[in-house]
């Protein structure tokens, strides 16, 4: 939980830098983009070297966060915090997207079908597993770069004979992000989507 808990405030920390930007919501986008690309590009790097493990990752982040806290001048930063207003239409639809997305995985009601059964009526049901066989794959191959140190290159599902995973980047992103939160690939993966939904809508909103 402490491991979670530091993550979170490391993915967290360059946003501080949103004080700088007259568009604010422009600054989030720019920063989040940058955020995906340094987080991948880290992924990549240290997986290519054998060397992705907790430590190295974690090391990595606390250096860039370093470095953003100096870039700061907290006088300024609380200033430009008294400025802000609050977006309450966007905070509406934050709690809408958490609650709905949330329920897919955590409190679903409705139809569902299974290996057994067609169509099954089901109410309040938690089911913390992926529901799709590309989600499945992918829970699989994050595992087996947390496990090796490795690009996803390898099949875990076969012996870890090699083949051509033309998705590696996302697989090699998602488990970067996944051991830097010290999150379990198979009953967290869920939660990556949740979040990864609501920020994609997030990002229309600011265009709309």
Known sequence: MLKTILGVILLLIPFLLIYKFKDKK??????LSFLIAFHLAVAVVTQTF???NYVIIFIINI???FLVLTKINFKSFFEELKKI?????????????????????????GKITTA???????????????YFSD?????????????????????????NSYFSNFEFTFHSFASEIIILLDLNPLTHYIILTI??????CILIYFIL
């Open 26 to 31: 422009l600054g989030f986008a720019y920063i």
């Open 50 to 52: 054998g060397i992705f």
């Open 63 to 65: 250096i860039v966060c």
């Open 85 to 109: 207003k609050i977006d309450y239409v966007l905070v509406f639809i934050i709690i809408i997207l958490f609650i709905e997305l949330f329920s897919v995985h955590y409190k679903y009601t």
């Open 116 to 130: 057994v059964e067609n169509y099954k009526e089901v109410k309040n049901m938690k089911y913390v597993y992926p």
């Open 135 to 159: 989600e499945w794959s992918a829970v699989a191959l994050i595992k087996y770069s947390i496990n090796t140190g490795k690009l996803p290159l390898g099949n875990p599902l076969w012996y």
């Open 195 to 200: 979040f990864s939904g609501i920020l994609i």
